[in-house]
């Protein structure tokens, strides 16, 4: 090997990576100190050079197709933890400053999500069977950041908490109309409809999830207080009390944020309000990696603030609040992680061995970007004037402790 070391020696601070290469020589960069220690075997020649120039995807394509594999029960967690932890090292290479360099002047249009186009970029993710999902997410399907009171509080306890707190700044009552911007498995609308006795219209593109969303409103009993309608957001009418929009914001696009809040300011009726939860980034504007915006999330991207709070701006939305989770995401990727690992064999079964590698890599990566990294998720209340949303913020913690009294009688 001639190109890779010398990568690899800078970027090795903490821990240790030994690398045996296709003609069996062992390779050691770093320590072993303040950081994982992993070994990785690499079964192609060509994998040096291609790891040298975009080791961000080509790691993660070589585990897929098996080109690199772990020695000594390590696997995809140990390496991007090793990656993780010496991010700073990785992001001053200048081979990878110049990609990063490349990837900001077309993040438009890696990130263009017309109408057509964002249906074909959630299916791709969103599309697998639900029976999938159900492996290893928890019984109400919630997709997104929980909220947990204690960071080993059990997933679907955390899960609920984020309905009711997010139905607490909402401020339901029954017979309100609530318009939800990508619905997923239907867990939030159906605790709108069950809980607060609103009357919700929850929109999605994937039929998968509409389905089964469908599914479940029935045997919870509220399939007539729910209307699942498959429809781009930009294509919904009608004036609502409530505007909701879990996990969506990240789909849309930079390109696209001000076609969405202005989506949202219209939707709402006089005096109403919306709640928008995303993941975004402390860090200043950037790209999405190669691997997730290749292979998990094409069209994605994870919003800085800034841009976030200029387009709010441009649209005439008043910011009410905002409140920062930043290791609840971390808390909640990591209980995905280990229940997709404990039913690794059934989701290659039903996927296929390459899949489960492409997911078992996903679920590492971004349970460490909310660990190391910048990622954290925002909750916004959005209004059109001033004064639609309580201006003491005491309001939120009376109607949560009033939604958890009612879910207990």
């Known amino acids: 090997m001639r190109l890779l070391p010398h990568r690899l020696h800078r970027f ?5 990576l030994t690398v045996i290469s296709a003609e069996g020589k062992r390779y050691v960069f770093g320590s072993g100190e303040g950081g ?16 040298f120039f975009n080791p961000e995807l080509v790691a993660a394509e070589a585990y897929m197709d098996g080109r690199l594999t772990f020695e000594d029960g390590a696997g995809a967690f140990e390496l991007l933890n090793l990656f993780s932890v010496n991010r700073k090292g990785l992001g001053a290479h200048p081979v990878q400053q110049a990609l990063r360099k490349a990837w900001r002047s077309v993040r438009r249009f890696q990130q ?25 997410l928890d019984e109400t399907m919630a997709y997104s950041c929980a909220y947990f009171r204690e960071p080993d509080e059990p997933l679907v306890d955390a899960q609920r908490n984020k309905f009711r707190h997010i139905a607490a700044k909402l401020k339901l009552s029954p017979g309100m109309r609530v318009a939800e911007i990508g619905s997923g498995w239907g867990g939030m609308a159906i605790y709108m ?10 929109i999605n593109v994937s039929p998968e999830q509409l389905a089964e969303s469908r ?15 498959e429809i781009d957001y930009r294509h919904l009418q009608g004036k609502f009390d409530r505007v909701v929009s879990i996990g969506m914001m990240e789909h849309v696009g930079v390109n696209h944020f001000d076609e969405y809040f ?24 950037g790209t999405t990696g190669p691997f997730i915006r290749k292979y998990i999330f094409p069209g994605g991207y994870v919003p800085a603030l800034s841009e976030v709070f200029a387009s709010t701006e441009r649209t005439g939305l008043w910011v009410d609040d905002c409140e920062i989770l930043r290791l609840h995401y971390y808390w909640t990727i990591r209980a995905w992680r280990r229940n997709f690992m404990a039913k690794r064999a059934e989701a290659d079964a039903m996927m296929g061995e390459r899949f489960g590698r492409m997911w078992e890599f996903y679920l590492a990566a971004v349970e460490l970007g909310f660990l190391d990294g910048s990622n954290m998720v925002f909750q916004l209340l959005l209004s059109q004037k001033r004064d639609d949303v309580p201006v003491i913020r005491d309001f939120i913690v009376d109607e949560e402790r009033s939604l958890l009294a009612r879910e207990m009688r």
Request: charged share 25%.
């Open 12 to 16: 090795v601070e903490k821990g240790q």
């Open 36 to 51: 994982p220690v992993v070994t990785v075997r690499m079964h192609d020649k060509k994998l040096e050079h291609e790891l």
């Open 112 to 136: 263009a999500n017309p109408v057509v186009k964002a249906k074909e970029n959630v299916s791709s993710h969103y599309d697998h069977p639900a029976a999938f999902y159900r492996l290893w």
């Open 193 to 202: 409809a069950k809980e607060c006795g609103a009357h919700v219209t929850a």
């Open 215 to 229: 599914r479940i409103a029935e045997e919870a009993g509220v399939a007539d207080k729910i209307d699942f309608k």
């Open 262 to 285: 202005t989506t949202v300011r219209n939707l709402l009726a006089d005096g109403g309000y919306a709640m928008i939860h995303a993941i975004g980034r402390m860090s200043p504007p």
